[in-house]
């Protein structure tokens, strides 16, 4: 028999409770078996703060620009040309979107639905937006396993082929395989017969169906054009290797002189792990792994803490304050402070 819709309620909330407390507890493992024990052995190697290399620290923040700019290409470029608005809008969207994810409950989910409600009060068509969010995740995930290969193969002179590499090579040849194969065969299509119409009742609840199903054909259409697909890597690549060269600018002006294909390679390493819907932005887990991970290459305890905390300020808390003021100068679609429309042509 079923539950009944007050057993749903008492499951749900049960669920709830227990996915708040594992990310609790994962959080704090992650802190108190990776960022402590770094702190502890770092006591004595803490006088590299004296001697952070300040200079290149505007180039870290440029670079942390630059990243999040490539973003808005990708938005840019997935969007159809119609829809899309002024890139100094797009940007500041964008990073309400980005800089709320860490901050609102529900994290991305709950940003991410703003940032389609931005779009759409500002002209963009409600399924571009929901279909851009879709290719967006898809591509933006292949972009950061192809970014991770990048540093693995990088890296091969100096740690040799590992099975992680191999694992690496099949799942990115199996993910554009599928990328090539959709649009031709329909299966991004909710009307696909078989399993994946099975697999579509199962995912998706029927009072979304109507919404959704538009977005997912409308996002599929998309890949048919090749540009579209082989642009949209190209900014996703950038978006995700500009960030993890700033770590490594970061670590760089904290004293620690370490290969940059080692750390393209424990970024991405880090970063897919971040993916998993367990803290805001994978706080805590981030610097829990990345800290030791960095340590294992030879970097010092001191060096590795201080760099990859200065990355997370920027790659992470200062998008917040951003955020906010970037939300306060888009106002209302009726009051908008810079104009936003869509762009021109």
Known sequence: MPPTGDARVVVSAAWRWVRGAGAVVVAVAAVEYGVLPALASARNDLAVLQDVVWALLPLAVALEVASLAAYTGLTQV???????LRFGTQWRIDLVG??????????GATAGALRVRLMVDRGVAASAALALTVLQV?????????????????????TGLTVTTVLL????AVAVGALEVAPRTGTGSPRAPGRLARLWRRLVPQRWRSVVGPAVTRGVESLRDGR??????????ANWLLDAICLWVCLAAAGASVPVELVIA??????????????????GIVEGLLVPALVAT???AGSALVGVLTWRLLQYWLPLPVAGLCWVSLGRPGHRLWNPGPADG
């Open 78 to 84: 997935l969007l159809p040309r119609g829809d899309r």
């Open 98 to 107: 980005f800089g709320f994810s860490h901050a609102l409950p529900g994290g």
């Open 138 to 158: 898809a591509l933006s995930v292949l972009g950061l396993l192809s970014v991770w290969l990048l540093g693995a193969l990088m890296s091969v002179p100096r």
């Open 169 to 172: 090579v099949v799942a990115i």
């Open 228 to 237: 579209v697909t082989r642009a949209g890597m190209t900014w996703a690549v």
């Open 266 to 283: 424990a970024y991405g390493l880090v970063n897919v792990v971040a993916l998993l819907p367990i803290t805001p932005g994978g706080i």
């Open 298 to 300: 030879g970097a010092p």
